[in-house]
Each structure stands twice: as C-alpha cells, then as structure tokens.
C-alpha cells in the first residue's frame, strides 16, 4: 500500500509564496499519475492540478499562473508552488497518485482516479 506524506502548508499572508512537498514511500514517484486537490472549510473538495507520467498537466481554470506542479524524482517527491496566495486559496491540500492509465488528461480530474491520497496540509492565507 502506497503512502503519501505531504508537508509545507501553513499560515501567510496574502500575496506570499508557499511549496508544498508530498513524498510517495514505496514506488517512483515517477511512476504515477498525480494531482493535487484542495478543501476548503464547508465545502467540496476540488481539483488543483493533475500530472501524468509523461508530464501532460492540467490546471483547474484560474489556478495557471499562480500554481506550478513540478516532481523531483531523485527525491520520490512532487512539488506544488503557489504564488501570489489570495485568502480563497486557504484550504486543506491534498496530493493523490494513480497507477492508471488514461488517454485523456480530463479522466485524472476526477477524485475517483486516484488510489492513494496524503493526510492533507492546511493552508491558511490571512488578508
């Protein structure tokens, strides 16, 4: 059973940068499809960005510019940059990986993909 840890979140202010690290224990990191998803209090949980393997990223709309996905394979781990961090940004984040395959980047938007999730990192961007 695949384990994920992330790590990074806490509390800034509006327009700080922050990473967010999420580290897989038992295959290549390189061998996933990931994304990162977001919470915040009271509501759904929603899509950030997704990553295939081959590095075909998609972006939730208005989130491009902002937000980076990045792997460091050496380190098992993928990075999500957040720039310019808005109050509304502030939720809890997850990282997921799937082993499966798909033709259409679209079918990793769906929470339902993925197998494996991380505990979750709060992020907190004060006004």
């Known amino acids: 059973q695949e384990q994920l840890v992330e790590s990074g979140g806490g509390l800034v202010q509006a327009g700080d940068s922050l990473r967010l690290s999420c580290s897989a224990s038992?295959?290549?990191?390189?061998?996933?499809?990931v994304g990162w998803f977001r919470q915040a209090l009271g509501k759904e949980r929603e899509l950030v960005v997704v990553?295939?393997?081959?590095?075909?990223?998609y972006y939730e709309e208005g989130l491009k510019g902002r937000f980076t996905i990045s792997r460091e394979n050496a380190r098992n781990t993928v990075y999500l940059q957040m720039s310019n961090l808005k109050p509304e940004d502030t939720a809890v984040y997850y990282c997921?990986?799937?082993?499966?395959?798909?033709?259409?980047?679209?079918?990793?938007?769906?929470?339902?993909?993925?197998?494996?999730w991380g505990q979750g990192t709060q992020v907190t961007v004060a006004s």
């Open positions: 990553q295939t393997t081959g590095g075909t990223t």
């Open positions: 997921a990986a799937t082993l499966r395959y798909y033709a259409d980047i679209v079918d990793y938007t769906r929470m339902g993909t993925y197998d494996y």
């Open positions: 038992r295959r290549g990191i390189r061998e996933y499809a």
